[in-house]
């Protein structure tokens, strides 16, 4: 176990220095100046050299890497250039918006994708599984842009259920920031669902054809027994992997949906620095979100001994 976590470690500390390399490469490797965006028109060349130097834009990009990641291993993703505060206080402020909306749209696209996958392995060839699979391959055809736009037609402007965009005001109440966000968290999980639909289908389909799973029906098992106890038991593994994969891709890549509902959340920040060339807060960004999918990858792993306990470290 031990050994194991430190070479887990170890492959985390890979990975992020090599994100951390891409991320800083590829931020400067995009056209436009930051300080000639700041200033605006009418700054003066000399304008631009000064504020260059404040902000160490006029070093080499190495030393600027270097001077970069000395202060991310303090724990400090730099300071905004157009914001004016620290990158990691800037992702806070935006960071419960995503994170509740990431934690919705999970929950649903798991309470669809599972059960449908099920049934649809269950009555494999039958109406069920062709409705279910064709709900699948639809959910992976439409972009997540016009499903918001349609659930924001129906149920914001035509039926006024819920907000059309926004977060709620500043001093609103939990209940009704979650009540903003059941739009959006619909979006996402409804077309995530698909993915999940599709891994849990395929995955009941191998063990239930697995021997044990026949033998317990010859048991005379209840059907119901035999799917849950013995067949989605076991086929938990890659329906956990996939799970966990999507939560790292809402938490990433929740920054269509956001927009199209005018959310505060990190992808919203995330754009607007991009339209910026606001080199600190998208490097600190990037890199909190690679994180994030490299420790939900290792949580997985953990998962995996829960709901297996054949799987060995």
Same mark, same amino acid.
């Given at each position: 176990?031990?050994?194991?976590?430190?070479?887990?470690?170890?492959?985390?500390?890979?990975?992020?220095?090599?994100?951390?390399?891409? @991320?800083?490469?590829?931020?400067?490797?995009?056209?436009?100046? $930051?300080?000639?965006?700041?200033?605006?028109?009418?700054?003066?060349?000399?304008?631009?050299?000064?504020?260059?130097?404040? &902000?160490?834009?006029?070093?080499?990009?190495? @030393?600027?890497?270097?001077?970069?990641?000395?202060?991310? %291993?303090?724990?400090?993703?730099?300071?905004?250039?157009?914001?004016?505060?620290?990158?990691?206080?800037?992702?806070?402020?935006?960071?419960? $918006?995503?994170?509740?909306?990431?934690?919705?749209?999970? %929950?649903?696209?798991?309470?669809?994708?599972?059960?449908?996958?099920?049934?649809?392995?269950?009555?494999?060839?039958? %109406?069920?599984?062709?409705?279910?699979?064709?709900?699948?391959?639809?959910?992976?055809?439409?972009?997540?842009?016009?499903?918001?736009?349609? %659930?924001?037609?129906?149920?914001?402007?035509?039926?006024?259920?819920?907000?059309?965009?926004?977060?709620?005001?500043?001093?609103?109440?939990?209940?009704?920031?979650?009540?903003?966000?059941?739009?959006?968290?619909?979006?996402?999980?409804?077309?995530?669902?698909?993915?999940?639909?599709?891994?849990?289908?395929?995955?009941?389909?191998?063990?239930?054809?697995?021997? &044990?799973?026949?033998?317990?029906?010859?048991?005379?098992? $209840?059907?119901?027994?035999? @799917?849950?106890?013995?067949?989605?038991?076991?086929?938990?593994?890659?329906?956990? *992997?996939?799970?966990?994969? *999507?939560?790292?891709?809402?938490?990433?890549?929740?920054?269509?949906?956001?927009?199209?509902?005018?959310? $505060?959340?990190?992808?919203?920040?995330?754009?607007?620095?991009?339209?910026?060339?606001?080199?600190?807060?998208?490097?600190?960004?990037?890199?909190?979100?690679?994180?994030?999918?490299?420790?939900?990858?290792?949580?997985?792993?953990?998962?995996?001994?829960?709901?297996?306990?054949?799987?060995?470290?």
């Amino acid at each position: 176990m031990r050994r194991h976590f430190l070479s887990r470690l170890l492959g985390l500390l890979a990975v992020m220095s090599i994100v951390a390399v891409f @991320v800083f490469v590829l931020t400067r490797a995009a056209p436009g100046d $930051p300080v000639a965006v700041l200033l605006g028109d009418q700054a003066t060349a000399e304008d631009i050299a000064r504020v260059r130097v404040q &902000y160490g834009l006029d070093k080499p990009l190495p @030393v600027q890497f270097v001077y970069w990641l000395r202060e991310v %291993l303090q724990g400090n993703l730099g300071q905004s250039i157009f914001l004016q505060r620290p990158v990691t206080q800037a992702l806070m402020e935006r960071a419960e $918006p995503t994170a509740l909306l990431a934690l919705m749209a999970v %929950l649903i696209a798991t309470a669809i994708g599972v059960p449908c996958g099920v049934v649809s392995a269950v009555y494999r060839g039958r %109406l069920a599984d062709h409705v279910f699979t064709g709900i699948a391959m639809l959910g992976a055809s439409i972009p997540s842009f016009w499903m918001g736009l349609v %659930l924001m037609q129906v149920f914001a402007v035509g039926l006024g259920w819920f907000p059309v965009s926004g977060y709620g005001a500043p001093d609103a109440g939990l209940a009704e920031r979650l009540h903003a966000l059941v739009l959006p968290a619909c979006v996402l999980g409804l077309l995530n669902s698909a993915l999940v639909i599709r891994f849990t289908r395929a995955a009941m389909l191998e063990v239930l054809e697995e021997d &044990y799973v026949r033998t317990a029906r010859s048991k005379g098992l $209840p059907e119901r027994s035999v @799917v849950l106890k013995h067949a989605l038991r076991n086929a938990l593994v890659p329906i956990v *992997t996939v799970i966990g994969l *999507t939560v790292a891709l809402m938490i990433g890549g929740a920054v269509v949906t956001e927009t199209v509902f005018g959310l $505060p959340g990190v992808g919203s920040l995330v754009v607007n620095a991009v339209l910026r060339r606001d080199y600190p807060v998208i490097q600190g960004a990037l890199l909190v979100v690679a994180a994030i999918y490299v420790l939900i990858n290792l949580l997985v792993d953990l998962l995996y001994l829960l709901v297996d306990p054949r799987v060995k470290l």
